[in-house]
């Protein structure tokens, strides 16, 4: 079984940065693809951004792109999201998610899920 933790949100205003890092552990991957998604009151889950294993693929949805940045440190099965420019609109509740592909795109398929961690920007 694999374990994802996500940490690192919080409350901030709007313009401000904050960067959530996921951490994974049990079940040890070959060679995973990591995403984020978000989740807003009353909204689906949409893609937020997603980075294979090598790092050397990276993908973001045109709301975040410019603003926010995934990174991976694979000796710390870890992966981090960098949020540049917060807009009231980037409220949500955040995810992880991991693939067992080392290259996924934002359809997935995903194969484990973090339980989330709040983000709320203020305006």
């Known amino acids: 079984q694999v374990q994802l933790v996500e940490s690192g949100g919080g409350l901030v205003q709007a313009g401000d940065s904050l960067r959530l890092s996921c951490s994974a552990s049990?079940?040890?991957?070959?060679?995973?693809?990591l995403g984020w998604f978000r989740q807003a009151p009353g909204k689906e889950r949409e893609f937020v951004a997603v980075?294979?294993?090598?790092?050397?693929?990276?993908y973001y949805s045109d709301s975040v792109k410019g603003r926010f940045t995934i990174s991976r440190d694979n000796d710390k099965n870890t992966v981090y999201l960098q949020m540049n420019s917060l807009k009231p609109e980037d409220t949500a509740v955040y995810y992880c998610?991991?693939?067992?592909?080392?290259?996924?795109?934002?359809?997935?398929?995903?194969?484990?899920w973090g339980q989330g961690t709040q983000v709320t920007v203020s305006s």
């Open positions: 998610a991991a693939s067992d592909r080392p290259v996924v795109g934002p359809q997935g398929p995903y194969d484990y």
């Open positions: 049990g079940r040890t991957f070959s060679r995973p693809g």
């Open positions: 980075i294979s294993w090598s790092g050397g693929s990276r």
